[in-house]
């Protein structure tokens, strides 16, 4: 089970990662309502390395990203459901946008988002590649995804 961190913890644990000789894989995103589209990227994720780091939007940065009546549930609620999947280890939440101050701070290894993001548009690609890390893309779980779950249920 994975654990909430601050940053300054995710900082010590992604040093004693590397030291270790440990492969840390980043992703991020707001995982308002967790679904089987969100399950499959993280455990996908967590596959290309030896540890995931999920940067989680907080309550603040997650309103200002969908709108209104979002997030459905609080940052600790989300951290706490992303922590109790297998694939994920440790989880930091954020207040900023973007987490480029997050991954300029612990410099994964692989840094990945879903497949509905070109490479080339993912925040901190250039601090990972600078590093001699990695970016990449998961295929897009087509036909999942929070807002559609809202629309379904008539809260969208």
Same mark, same amino acid.
């Given at each position: ?27 991020? %995103? ?6 089987? %589209? ?13 540890? $995931? ?31 109790? $999947? ?46 001699? %890390? ?19 249920? %008539?809260?969208?």
């Amino acid at each position: 089970m994975g654990r909430i961190l601050t940053l300054n913890e995710a900082v010590k644990w992604r040093e004693r990662l590397k030291s270790e000789g440990k492969t840390l894989v980043f992703t991020n %995103g707001c995982f308002d309502i967790l679904h089987v %589209g969100h399950t499959r990227y993280l455990f996908e994720a967590r596959a290309m390395g030896d540890a $995931l780091m999920v940067g989680l939007n907080s309550d603040a940065s997650t309103a200002r990203l969908k709108g209104e009546g979002r997030p459905v549930y609080p940052e600790k609620e989300r951290a706490e459901i992303l922590c109790s $999947l297998e694939a994920v280890d440790a989880v930091v939440i954020f207040g900023e946008d973007t987490p480029f101050s997050l991954i300029s701070a612990v410099v994964p290894d692989v840094l990945v988002k879903g497949g509905d993001w070109k490479v080339d548009d993912i925040v901190g690609k250039d601090i990972v590649l600078a590093a001699g %890390g990695r970016v990449t893309n998961i295929s897009y779980q087509e036909g999942h995804s929070t807002t559609g779950i809202l629309e379904r249920i %008539g809260k969208g």
